[in-house]
């Protein structure tokens, strides 16, 4: 495998499950952190990079309005992943032995009601997988861990219990960067634009920012709003629409959007994935 993708996370995490399943020609490169993965890809280590940014039952996962926008990179695809929440041990532990269960602090509120029936103690750790790999070096059989499969395959350790998730659609959505925009594609069912943007400081500039998506007909799927430098005043919105910015409508659209606003920055046009349109 000539090319790399990176992603958050030790091998074995679900962002390197992620680059399996998406991108199995490429060999998946483990940083340590969302920051360090997106600077591989700038700098040339990797070719892609797979950036977690949303989970159905947590919430947002990296903040994608800081870290992508400044990173020069470009979204070209997304990817979702069905999260199941493993509880690993040692070899020869039950799940009567565990009394801790060490896991991201992202993947701790997904499995809140195993863990509380079952009285063991949650335990923040910085990676799923660094925490499988700790559990399978360690020699206290009370202390488990909360990961994949892979990762348990990876490090040798037993599912003591296996898809101990909440929620029974607990999905993970994936974000895939590159260097370079690629706006050729036409996805069979249809295409994404994602893009950021600062509204004009005049009176209701928001609302009339959104009208032209209103007015001609385009679906916007997202929109989120959140500060910028940490000053109360200064708002930035992430937004996603679906179409392409070579659509008719969608040129109508963002072009009004551009009399509203002083900055406007297309991060990514990309084919649409199959899980938007599954029910659950």
Do not use: W
Not at 59 to 83: C, K, Q
Not at 232 to 240: K, L, V
Request: charged fraction near 20%; aromatic fraction near 8%.
């Amino acid at each position: 495998m000539g090319q790399k993708i990176a992603f958050q996370g030790e091998l074995g995490a679900y962002g390197h499950e992620a680059c399996v399943a998406a991108r199995p020609d490429h060999a998946p490169l483990p940083c340590p952190t969302f920051d360090a993965a997106i600077a591989a890809v700038r700098d040339g280590a990797a070719d892609l990079g797979m950036i977690a940014v949303e989970n159905s039952t947590y919430g947002r996962v990296a903040d994608v309005h800081s870290l992508l926008p400044e990173s020069g990179l470009h979204i070209i695809d997304e990817t979702f992943v069905r999260v199941h929440v493993n509880l690993l041990g040692q070899k020869g532990a039950t799940l009567a032995d565990i009394k801790e269960a060490h896991g991201h602090p992202v993947i701790l509120p997904q499995c809140a009601r195993f863990l509380r029936d079952h009285k063991i103690t949650p335990r923040a750790s910085s990676d799923n997988a660094r925490a499988a790999r700790e559990v399978a070096d360690g020699d206290d059989p009370s202390v488990a861990a909360l990961a994949s499969e892979l990762a348990a395959e990876i490090y040798g350790l037993q599912v003591l219990a296996p898809q101990i998730e909440d929620h029974a659609r607990n999905t993970t959505r994936f974000l895939i960067m590159a260097r370079e925009p690629d706006y050729t594609r036409r996805g069979d069912l249809g295409m994404v634009t994602s893009f950021v943007f600062r509204v004009r400081n005049i009176p209701a500039a928001l609302y009339k920012a959104m009208g032209g998506f209103a007015t001609n007909g385009v679906n916007m799927t997202k929109l989120e709003s959140y500060m910028v430098g940490g000053a109360f005043t200064a708002t930035q919105f992430y937004a996603e629409i679906e179409g392409h910015p070579d659509d008719q409508n969608v040129q109508l659209a963002m072009e009004e959007l551009g009399y509203f606003t002083d900055h406007l920055l297309v991060m990514g046009v990309y084919p649409a994935a199959a899980r938007r349109h599954e029910d659950g």
